[in-house]
């Protein structure tokens, strides 16, 4: 399996394919992560499938299970395709998955079934929370049925609570909300999960704001919002290598910390971009720019390369 990662790193470090690109378009609400090249690669990135067409994922420890970041991202895929070219089985396949969130929720969360590292079985995420209510929009577009607007609603509810009080937030330098992907009791802070959930909850209040009856958690939303977009500005140098962007701040200060594979390098340009751009933030923008800037430097690349494969070497995941 470390072979097969190190392999993996490597080929994607030398290839350079561009992923994850920004792709917009406000009138079909497109998912602004592009996704769409992992339909054409589906026994890589979202098999096997069980019954009703839900993607799981076989973890080496764990076995078969469903993965809520999974499943909505085969939701996004196919919400981008079924605005692209209408077809009815595009359309589909977002249902069942825009079912399966409304179906496997507790009050508005969606739990990992199994445990993960330090996390014991049932716990939340961050990512999930926030994909969850990016898929639940979508909906809300498509149906114009308020049922998915009351349990995204329901589904912003961690991002007011500390990981203590059961929830996603834990904070940075003492007074800096972050979102956690991996919600422990020291958490790494893992940059793509905080965007991820950023994104959604973005998402939302544009659809939310549109609402007359809906004033109350609109402001609450956009003031929860505000908090981490300056957590986010306040912070993103934290995560900058200077040539290379880092995963998470785990080993902070250290020599060899868990710098970016080239994929997830890619993920956070275009995250940031679209944060940047969704709230006016000219230096959100300018980090984006710089850190784009980094993918075309070969030794730039060569270098992130090297500190992942050492960071591998010394500090096993669990798969």
């Known amino acids: ?18 992923k994850y690109n920004l792709k917009t378009d406000p009138s079909k609400a497109i998912y602004p992560v592009d996704l769409d090249f992992t339909l054409d690669d589906e026994v890589n990135y979202y098999h096997p499938f ?12 764990k076995g078969k299970q469903y993965n809520p970041t999974r499943i909505a991202s085969y939701g996004f895929a196919h919400w981008g ?15 069942n998955v825009l079912c399966w ?11 990992y079934e199994f445990e ?25 577009l498509l149906t114009s049925d308020e049922k998915y607007i009351n349990l995204a609603i329901k589904a912003i509810e961690p991002f ?21 992907e991996y919600p422990t009791d020291k958490p790494v802070h893992v940059l793509n ?4 959930s950023l994104i959604g909850l973005i998402e939302f209040k544009e659809v939310l704001e549109k609402l007359q009856d809906r004033k109350l958690e609109t402001r609450e939303l956009s003031k929860l919002i505000n908090n981490a977009v300056t957590s986010l500005e306040k912070n993103i140098d934290r995560w900058d290598a200077g040539f290379w962007s880092y995963y998470d701040l785990h080993l902070e200060g250290k020599k060899v910390r868990n710098i970016s594979t080239i994929i997830y390098h890619m993920l956070h340009v275009t995250q940031l971009k679209f944060i940047a751009h969704k709230t006016n933030n000219s230096y959100l923008m300018h980090i984006s720019t710089k850190w784009e800037k980094y993918l075309i430097n070969t030794n730039y690349r060569i270098k992130a390369l090297m500190i992942k494969i050492l960071y591998r070497i010394k500090n096993h995941a669990q798969r």
Request: charged fraction near 25%.
């Open 1 to 18: 399996m470390r072979f097969k990662k190190f392999s993996k790193d490597i080929f994607e470090f030398l290839l350079v394919k561009k």
């Open 50 to 61: 069980d019954e009703n067409g839900i993607p799981m994922k076989i973890y080496s420890s």
């Open 81 to 95: 395709r079924y605005q692209t070219n209408g077809k009815e089985i595009h359309k589909n396949a977002f249902m």
């Open 101 to 111: 969130f409304c179906e496997n929720n507790q009050n508005g969360l969606w739990f």
């Open 116 to 140: 993960w590292n330090d996390l014991e079985k049932y716990w939340i995420s961050c990512m999930a929370q926030g994909e969850g209510i990016s898929i639940l929009t979508r909906g809300y």
């Open 160 to 180: 007011k609570k500390t990981i203590k009080d059961k929830g996603v937030v834990s904070y940075v330098n003492d007074d800096s909300i972050f979102f956690e």
């Open 193 to 196: 999960g905080f965007l991820y």
